[in-house]
């Protein structure tokens, strides 16, 4: 890759102090630049860090194992439920989120909204 | 591996040629998320292949003996028994749901007539036993052929019974169930070489139990942090070594493995040796820890070696040698550059598995696009190979597969930007005395057998 030589190189700006500063900073960034081009990974985490620009100081680390750890976890309070029933005797509870999977909020989570769980009762189609 | 023609193979070489065999389960394209494989394991004979399924259920396929007027038909695998091992549950107090998906099935060495196998879920393991029955009695004193009873002051004369041939019959019941041991999700499961215990591991601890008892296990490792927001990270499988009972494995979300040895100490905290590939900082991406958690580990039959999976490449490791692995074997390179889409839409967390031929010499492992992969280690060949509906005839020889990273595409290649990521072989299992394979395409199992001239 044809580097482009910061103008800084000339003579003239050599003599000014301020410029001075700015020729390291030109040639870290031109490192930088060819670290991008030789590692598709480095690449990557570029674009990802692009998208999503508060994706977290440590990758990897203690936030993603919790939320692996946590698997499965449903929100069903069935004190919150009895109180929500008991409060709103006459009004109908508020209706289940068009997403069931995420249930969270105001959305009082009822039995109903917890999707089925039943047993495959069908044979296995490999035994078919 | 797929020569051209049979030909003689080079001394000690694996010429593998890989050919259809058979495939089980549903065609159609709306895959029922109960019909997903999550488990394959072939038992210590080889005649017997056990598949678990995210709805709960185990289908064990038996060889059928060799036919002598169909020589070619070198043994299928036909169903044997199938049952519902595990129900999905629901934890109240912690408000959590229990899936029922069989996480692993493991064999045990057969001892008698019935065969038995341990199969878990995220909490619970269950053993199990499978017995055949081909004979009834017939004639008995005290009840009629229907099963009414007779009464006893009626019989006037006396019979022995007589056994019968019948259809046989197998039968499938759980003789042990080990529950409650578990706060996180159990990964692994491990029979020991003793036959008589046995380890389950789930994200931050490892357990030893007796196959006979049920209300006890002891808890031989524990990597819970004091305070949970010092967590770093979770193990990820667990294997007990083939021939030494007091050694284990344990993998690590970190890329690491360690051994222990219980002879140690109790509590196993503490590892007798540490295996880690040193890490060239300044390669070091957001990714690199994601992609260097092992998704599976396992001992070679040897017990000399042991075998790593993380999300890019198989390292073969001596056990004697802690500082690196002996073999690198690149599974799918070219999805380094294309890690950001792959964490986007979770891919970048699948866990396959991997697993060794009989002898070592070979090994195997799932990719995308219902690709896998297979490692000749003497021969240093490797070879990508595709289970589909396509290739499907019988004996069909497997053709090899080629990815195109860039530029010109050849004719057979395909384009890593056309590769089917939802289509992912994550478990796959190699006969332990033949070359038969069985591969899990989703909701299908593809067999596969070397061709024999």
Partial sequence: MSAEVPEAASAEEQKSEHNLVYVPLILNSLEEMEDKVTSPEKAEEAKLKARYPHLGQKPGGSDFLRKRLQKGQKYFDSGDYNMAKAKMKNKQLPAAAPDKTEVTGDHIPTPQDLPQRKPSLVASKLAG | ?????????????????????????????????????????????????????????????????????????????????????????????????????????????????????????????????????????????????????????????????????????????????????????????????????YLSADDLRINLWHLEITDRSFNIVDIKPANMEELTEVITAAEFHPHQCNVLVYSSS????????????????????????????????FFSEIISSISDVKFSHSGRYMMTRDYLSVKVWDLNM?????????????????LCSLYENDCIFDKFECCWNGSDSAIMTGSYNNFFRMFDRNARRDVTL????????????????????????????????????????????????????????????????DKIN
């Fill in chain 2, 1 to 197: 591996m797929a020569g051209a023609g049979g030909g003689g193979c080079p001394a000690g070489g694996n010429d593998f040629q890989w050919c259809f065999s058979q495939v089980k389960g549903a065609i159609d394209e709306d895959v029922a998320e109960a019909d997903i494989i999550s488990t394959v394991e072939f038992n210590y004979s080889g005649d017997l292949l056990a598949t678990g399924d995210k709805g709960g259920r185990v289908v064990i396929f038996q060889r059928e003996q060799e036919n002598k007027s169909r020589p070619h038909s070198r043994g299928e695998y036909n169903v044997y028994s199938t049952f519902q091992s595990h129900e999905p549950e629901f934890d109240y107090l912690k408000s959590l749901e229990i899936e029922e998906k069989i996480n692993k099935i493991r064999w045990l060495p057969q001892q008698n007539a019935a065969h038995f196998l341990l199969s878990t879920n995220d909490k619970t393991i269950k053993l199990w036993k499978i017995s055949e029955r081909d004979k009834r009695a017939e004639g008995y004193n005290l009840k009629d052929e229907d099963g009414r009873l007779r009464d006893p002051f009626r019989v006037t004369a006396l019979r022995v019974p007589i056994l019968k041939p019948m259809d046989l019959m197998v039968e499938a019941s759980p003789r042990r169930i080990f529950a409650n041991a578990h706060t996180y999700h159990i990964n692994s499961i491990s029979v020991n070489s003793d036959h008589e215990t």
């Fill in chain 2, 254 to 285: 970190k890329g690491t493995v360690r051994l222990c040895d219980m002879r140690s100490s109790a509590l196993c905290d503490r590892h007798s040796k540490f295996f880690e590939e040193p890490e060239d900082p300044s390669s070091r991406s």
């Fill in chain 2, 322 to 338: 802690e500082s690196r692995p002996v073999e690198t074997h690149q599974v799918h390179e070219y999805l380094r550059s294309k």
């Fill in chain 2, 386 to 449: 595709e289970a589909s509906r396509e290739n499907s005839k019988p004996r069909a020889s497997l053709k090899p597969r080629k990815v195109c990273t860039g530029g010109k595409r050849k004719k057979d290649e395909i384009s890593v930007d056309s590769l089917d990521f939802n289509k992912k072989i994550l478990h796959t299992a190699w006969h332990p005395l033949e070359n038969i394979i069985a591969v899990a395409a989703t909701n299908n199992l593809y067999i596969f057998q």
